[in-house]
């Protein structure tokens, strides 16, 4: 009954067709109601965009704060890029917002060790329903920011022989130069550390890296000359002290690490901390199952120089060497005199038995280039010329001058690189030392898997990973970047580089602690790319 | 009891088609209008939802974020989740490149050199890359490792990317990271036109 009565309501006659009117009348709320819907959206899509526009310009100011040498260029710069990056992402036009103008680019004051850049945008999003009501467009204002840590970076440069000889100095040269045009002068620091035989910090880190001097980086890379074996892990070590005096724990610390061959050099020495690392002398012929020509048979011989001069001379303590050896070149003086950065002919610079500086060469030179040394069981063949280091070494210490393990794991246990160790048939004084006189599993291809160079090998592995832990503990978290160059004829270990960057593909990788990356060009030409691709990776996560 | 009904129900029968022609005649104007609104209103919130992705992608690429890696790219998945994309499919793709400028200063010393090109040195496409190719492709087939990062860009011919210095001019040693994202618009075919929401980042 209610029903009906409601029916009878609504259908008096004098009430047909107020559908229709009450849906006009309805259409005057609700299509403006549908408009502001839709300018609202467009007002949030245009915001969303120009959000992301201020992002991405305030990010790429502060990557392109290198570009200068002095505060005022670098800003400039820096506006330059911002204003760029930011017409890429909202073209003028775009969702009909006309002319876009350019962003207000600041540079206010930030924490210590850090650069901030402001990005402040003001653009109107047009309107289409809400031109009733007179109002024609939105104001949208957005600000982005980005900080910029300052960096610390330690290059350590491979200035061995082998890139002589593969024509690839002026590369690493270029590409080194390339490098550091990407860092901010007067606010970075930057250093550089090289090795061939010898270890030699080329130039402390600094902030004013690019006008110091001279000699500042841009002129010590120019100067670069490359010459003798890879005394890697020394030199690792070095850069890495080089971070800890600076001790800047607000920065982001760096090591870039470059080479394109084996450590096969280290360096023996009294460590620091007074443990006694130096080579210990031979002091009788060691039997040998192992037989170059009967040369590792050999009594001592005294020190002399290269025209068969025998020392000793004033100075020289007999007993016990603190020399840098390689199994192929042999045994140098540690602490002779520098040669000037422009005379760097390294072997000369550590004591290759030149009168004039007093110094020893401890080795006999094996013979001439003709020769080829062949024996053992298997047969193996070494080819001349060589530095032997058994005739003066008796055994490799357990740890380098940085107290690197040479023949042990870092944490214990098994090293990287296998160690060939003297067997129980040895005098007890040998036995279970590492060998001096073991070409190892290798080939016979001199700096390559030899028992000297494979310690080499573990002191650099060692090192990475000794001073990315204490690298923690400071609070200084360095990130090892390295690079390899595989053009030199014996080329370079992926794996240990690996290890040395803590890389993601590392088979040692350690996501709890920094990551780095190892990048491998083959030829020079990948050079330049390694460098770059390292040091906008740098710029990355530097934000 | 019966007869008041029956009269409503009979005077009724003759109105309530009145009605119905109505509704007819208002539903012709407001079923298209409600639909037009809803997919309107789906598009424009999927191109906020779509340049929402591309600029969080685009700042996590530029902060180093590894998005060869499946972990990561299982984040961008995640980002995406109401527009249906997956790490080798689904309704969506996400395509990242990192381009740069090769000066005379970059090339010196290297024969061959792309130099006063912009080229591509990274590219890693995430979802469904059927959907869509890049703005910024190279200009040919290009060799990638498996970071996605291009061999000899230096060198390569082919690493040469065109489609960028139109709307963005680098110097030397400047690495623009985009992040393009494109998502098919399904919803309501009728009153979409099917070419989908893209949107790119430069950052």
């Given amino acids: 009954m209610r029903v009906n009565q409601a029916r009878h309501h609504l259908d008096k006659p004098g009430e047909r067709g107020v559908i229709l009117l009450l849906s006009s009348l309805t259409l005057l709320f609700m299509i403006p109601i549908i408009g502001l819907a839709i300018d609202a959206g467009t007002v949030y899509a245009v915001k969303a965009r120009v959000q992301s526009a201020a992002d991405g310009a305030a990010l790429s100011a502060a990557r392109s704060l290198s570009r200068g040498l002095d505060l005022s260029s670098q800003q400039s710069a820096a506006t330059d890029t911002a204003i760029r990056w930011f017409h890429a992402n909202i073209p003028n036009g775009w969702m009909n917002v006309g002319t876009v103008s350019d962003p207000t680019i600041t540079f206010p004051s930030a924490p210590p060790k850090t650069t901030i850049v402001n990005v402040a945008v003001t653009l109107n999003a047009p309107t289409y329903f809400m031109r009733i009501l007179n109002i024609n467009s939105v104001t949208i204002n957005a600000i982005g920011q980005a900080t910029r840590r300052d960096v610390n970076i330690v290059m350590v440069i491979d200035r061995s022989g082998s890139l002589y000889q593969s024509g690839s100095c002026a590369a690493v040269q270029s590409a080194a130069s390339q490098f550091i045009s990407s860092f901010v002068n007067g606010r970075d620091r930057l250093g550089m550390v090289t090795f061939g035989t010898d270890y030699r910090i080329d130039f402390a880190p600094a902030m004013n890296f690019a006008t110091a001097g001279p000699p500042n980086m841009v002129t010590m890379i120019g100067q670069l000359y490359c010459y003798g074996y890879t005394n890697a892990a020394a030199a690792y070590w070095t850069a890495y002290q080089q971070l800890v005096t600076i001790g800047d724990q607000g920065a982001l610390n760096v090591i870039l690490f470059f080479t394109d061959g084996m450590p096969n050099t280290l360096t023996f020495d009294i460590a620091p901390d007074g443990t006694d690392n130096r080579l210990p002398p031979k002091t009788l012929a060691t039997p040998s199952t192992i037989n170059y020509g009967g040369y590792n048979n050999a009594n001592p011989t005294p020190c002399r120089d290269s025209v068969g001069k025998t020392y000793p001379t004033a100075g020289w303590n007999p007993s016990s060497f603190k020399g840098v050896i390689s199994f192929y070149g042999g045994i140098y003086l540690k602490d002779a005199p520098s040669f000037p950065a422009s005379q760097s002919v390294d072997a000369q610079k550590i004591g290759n038995a030149q009168g004039d500086y007093g110094n020893c060469v401890f080795d006999q030179q094996f013979n001439n280039s003709s020769t080829i040394y062949t024996g053992g069981s298997p047969s193996r063949a070494i080819a001349g010329p060589g530095f032997m280091p058994f005739f003066d070494v008796a055994y490799l210490p357990e740890e380098d001058l940085f107290r690197n393990k040479t023949g042990t794991g870092y944490g214990g246990g098994s090293p990287y690189a296998p160690v060939n160790r003297y067997p129980g048939s040895f005098p007890a004084a040998y036995r279970n030392k590492i060998r001096v006189d073991d070409i190892g599993t290798g080939s016979g291809t001199l700096g390559v898997s030899d028992t000297i160079t494979n310690a080499g090998v573990n002191a650099l592995d060692y090192a990475a990973q000794n001073a990315r832990d204490d690298s923690i503990t400071r609070n200084l978290n360095v990130v090892t970047y390295t690079i390899g160059l595989g053009n030199a004829p014996n080329g370079v270990d992926n794996t240990l580089l690996e290890r040395v960057a803590n890389d993601p593909d590392a088979n040692n990788y350690n996501s709890a602690k920094p990551s780095g990356l190892y990048v491998y060009a083959p030829t020079t030409s990948q050079l330049n790319q390694a460098f770059s691709r390292i040091a906008s990776d740098v710029l990355r996560i530097s934000k | ?203």
């Fill in chain 2, 1 to 203: 009891m019966n007869s008041p009904g029956q009269k409503t129900v009979v005077r009724c029968r003759g109105e309530r088609g009145n009605a119905v022609i109505e509704f007819a005649l208002v539903s012709l104007l407001y079923v298209p209008l409600l639909l037009g609104v809803v997919a309107l209103g789906l598009n424009l919130g999927r191109s906020v939802q779509v340049a929402q992705v591309a600029r969080d992608a685009a700042s996590m690429y530029v902060r180093g974020i590894d998005f060869s890696q499946s972990g990561n790219q299982n984040i961008l998945v995640q980002l995406a989740q109401p527009l249906g994309m997956t790490v080798n499919g689904g309704t969506g793709v996400v395509i990242l490149s990192k381009i740069t400028y090769l000066n005379n200063a970059i090339c010196s010393g290297i024969p061959n050199c792309n130099v006063n090109q912009q080229v591509l040195v990274q590219r890693i496409v995430v979802g469904n890359s059927g959907l869509r190719s890049s703005n910024f492709a190279a200009a040919g087939a290009v060799t990638l490792d498996a970071q996605g990062n291009v061999f000899n860009y230096m060198t390569d011919s082919h690493a040469v990317v065109s489609g960028l210095s139109g709307k963005l001019t680098l110097n030397g040693n400047e690495f623009a990271y985009v992040a393009e994202t494109y998502f098919p618009s399904a919803d309501i075919s009728t009153f979409t036109n099917g070419t989908g929401v893209y949107s790119v980042s430069i950052f």
